[in-house]
């Protein structure tokens, strides 16, 4: 299981979320997507603990918690959806030639 951890404020590093969860287990490992093209931190993480009670214990601890003038958003992370954004499109029909 992963913890998504959202609302971060963009001077947040891989090491300030390692140590914020680390109060709660052991941190196995942390995610700090960023922006393709600016290089810019996207504003949410990923932290990996070493067990389902201390993935939970930081959740409960830190969901709603402000740190670094932000409140967080942290819950479990949901699977990546296959295709996620690319749906299926049909165009809609258009009137035939008379």
């Known amino acids: 299981m992963t913890i ?8 947040v590093t891989a090491e300030d979320l390692k140590e914020i969860f ?6 196995k490992n942390v995610q700090l997507p ?3 093209e600016t290089g810019r931190p996207r504003g ?3 932290v990996e603990m070493e067990s389902d009670a ?12 402000e740190w670094m003038g932000r409140q967080l958003k942290v819950n479990k992370a949901r699977p990546k959806e296959e295709g996620s954004g690319r749906g299926n499109r049909r165009g809609g029909g258009g009137g035939g030639w008379n």
């Open 44 to 46: 949410f993480g990923f």
């Open 4 to 11: 998504y951890v959202g609302n971060l404020s963009y001077q």
């Open 54 to 65: 201390q993935e939970t214990a930081g959740i409960e601890a830190l969901d709603g918690a």
């Open 22 to 27: 680390s109060e709660y287990g052991t941190v």
């Open 34 to 36: 960023v922006d393709r």
